[in-house]
């Protein structure tokens, strides 16, 4: 239910902004997977999700994971550099 996946993200936070990293990364990814399923894939709460999901591995080091939290594999607006006009 989208009010679950509310409450998730908000403690998740909470638990982050407190250095509880351990006790936000689970309830940050349920609060995700419960947005995707209830919202769909490219819904602004996803992507809100996977920002909050993304800065948390930033705070643990993950800096790769970071970056796929931000812009995962499947999506479709990764940025591909600069566009240049065909004419």
Same mark, same amino acid.
């Given at each position: 239910?989208?009010?679950?996946?509310?409450? $998730?993200?908000?403690?998740?936070?909470?638990?982050?902004?407190?250095?509880?990293?351990?006790?936000?990364?689970? $309830?940050?990814?349920?609060?995700?997977?419960?947005?995707?399923?209830?919202?769909?894939?490219?819904?602004?709460?996803?992507?809100? *999700?996977?920002?909050?999901?993304?800065?948390?591995?930033?705070?643990?080091?993950?800096?790769?994971? *970071?970056?796929?939290?931000?812009?995962?594999?499947?999506? *479709? *607006?990764?940025?591909?550099?600069?566009?240049?006009?065909?004419?």
């Amino acid at each position: 239910h989208p009010q679950v996946a509310e409450s $998730l993200q908000t403690l998740g936070e909470l638990l982050r902004n407190t250095g509880d990293y351990a006790g936000a990364r689970p $309830l940050l990814e349920r609060a995700l997977r419960i947005r995707e399923q209830t919202r769909g894939p490219n819904s602004l709460e996803v992507a809100t *999700s996977l920002n909050h999901l993304g800065f948390l591995h930033y705070l643990t080091g993950e800096y790769a994971n *970071s970056l796929i939290s931000i812009w995962p594999p499947t999506a *479709s *607006s990764i940025p591909s550099g600069p566009s240049t006009p065909t004419s």
